[in-house]
């Protein structure tokens, strides 16, 4: 069993920067990640995004599934391991290398050649991306997300100690850790997620992400915004 298990889409930027920081603290501490999937565009399926999102995030988060279904096939091929460098690979390439463009691209098989060629994983991968027979296995590990957090919730979902422990959506964070940090960090929110009857702690301002993709460099301090509704929504 594993000591953590991690729900996160491809394109959400802060499920990757959670991700970054929960690979500093497996390191140090030797946990056990299982990765698992949840989709943004499959647990938006009822909102009208026309009206309630930014242009771009139809695209991107169909993007997203699409990246969810390779990451299913390379699951039954290469087992858990191979998820985690899919999802590292993923992630540097999305957010790593400079402005975020064309979201769309992400779900095309000339985004995922590169990506699985650094995971070190067969090209022929890529053509699950139009596989929607794999959607029903995704749905399902959304929904297992949302039946352990709750349905008001987006990416990433945090499973400590499975199945008797806590499981929490977040936390959202903007900036890396040092590595010295990281452990603090961590102890510090598995500790006030345990707490019997905790529920929530939330601020909906958050700074852009320190990435790249988001212009924002090393050092640097993105600036807040709002993301009601935890997306941005032009709506409630």
């Known amino acids: 069993?594993?000591?953590l298990r991690f729900w996160f889409d491809p394109v959400c930027p802060f499920a990757w920067m959670t991700s970054t920081w929960v690979r500093q603290v497996s390191a140090q501490r030797e946990y056990d990640v299982e990765?698992?999937?949840?989709?943004?565009?499959?647990?938006?399926?009822?909102?009208?995004?026309?009206?309630?999102?930014?242009?771009?995030?139809?695209?991107?988060?169909?993007?997203?599934?699409?990246?969810?279904r390779v990451a299913a096939h390379v699951r039954d091929r290469h087992g858990n391991e191979g998820v985690a460098r899919f999802y590292e690979a993923c992630g540097q390439h999305v957010f790593?290398?400079?402005?975020?463009?064309?979201?769309?691209?992400?779900?095309?098989?000339?985004?995922?050649?590169?990506?699985?060629?650094?995971?070190?994983?067969?090209?022929d991968l890529a053509d699950a991306l139009d596989d929607d027979g794999r959607d029903a296995q995704i749905q399902a590990e959304t929904d297992e997300a949302l039946g352990l957090a709750g349905k008001d919730v987006?990416?990433?979902?945090?499973?400590?100690?499975?199945?008797?422990?806590?499981?929490?959506?977040?936390p959202v964070i903007s900036r890396r850790p040092a590595d010295d940090e990281a452990v603090a960090?961590?102890?510090?929110?598995?500790?006030?997620?345990?707490?019997?009857?905790?529920?929530?702690?939330?601020?909906?301002?958050?700074?852009?992400?320190?990435?790249?993709?988001?212009?924002?460099?090393?050092?640097?301090?993105?600036e807040q915004e709002d993301w009601h509704g935890g997306s941005r929504r032009q709506k409630r």
């Open 185 to 222: 960090l961590w102890d510090h929110v598995v500790g006030l997620a345990s707490f019997p009857g905790f529920a929530e702690l939330k601020r909906s301002l958050r700074e852009r992400p320190q990435l790249p993709a988001f212009g924002v460099q090393p050092g640097e301090v993105g």
């Open 1 to 3: 069993m594993a000591d």
């Open 154 to 170: 987006g990416t990433p979902i945090l499973h400590f100690r499975p199945p008797e422990g806590v499981a929490f959506f977040g």
């Open 96 to 123: 790593e290398r400079g402005p975020e463009g064309d979201r769309a691209v992400r779900g095309t098989a000339g985004f995922v050649a590169p990506v699985l060629a650094d995971a070190g994983l067969p090209a």
């Open 35 to 68: 990765w698992r999937f949840i989709s943004l565009r499959l647990l938006n399926a009822h909102v009208d995004y026309e009206t309630h999102f930014p242009p771009e995030y139809e695209a991107g988060h169909t993007a997203g599934l699409r990246l969810l």
